[in-house]
């Protein structure tokens, strides 16, 4: 299994007391950037491409217990960038 990167923001926050190891994290990520090791409800989900994340919120709403958590980067929350400007969309 790959070790996650430290370097990276991770935005996928999995709480270890309300887990219950179930995979379906893992079998709905469209990025497959969540590893579960299949069959042991031992181990706990691993984020193992945090910076590919695209903030879908699917793992999220998919686990049984509300044990994952999106956070966004304050960089997203405070950006400040006119849309309709990146867009090419003229603003009447
Ligand atoms: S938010 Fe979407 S892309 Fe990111 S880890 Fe969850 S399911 Fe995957
Ligand atoms: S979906 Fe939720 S309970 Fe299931 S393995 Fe992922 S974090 Fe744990």
Redesign the pocket.
């Known amino acids: 299994m790959t070790t996650p990167r430290k370097d990276v923001f991770n935005?996928?926050r999995i709480n270890a007391e309300t887990c219950v190891k179930c995979n379906l994290?893992d079998w709905?990520?469209?990025?497959d950037?969540?590893y579960k090791e299949e069959d042991n409800r031992e181990t706990l989900p691993v984020?193992k491409y945090p910076d590919?994340?695209?903030?879908?919120?699917?793992?999220?709403s998919i686990c049984p217990t509300n044990a994952?958590t999106?956070v966004f980067p304050e960089q997203m929350i405070h950006n400040r960038t006119d849309v309709a400007s990146l867009l090419g969309k003229v603003i009447e």
Do not use: F, K, R
Request: aromatic fraction near 10%; glycine fraction near 10%; hydrophobic fraction near 45%.
């Open positions: 935005p996928i994290c709905i990520c469209p990025g950037l969540i984020i590919e994340c695209w903030y879908c919120g699917l793992c999220q994952i999106v």
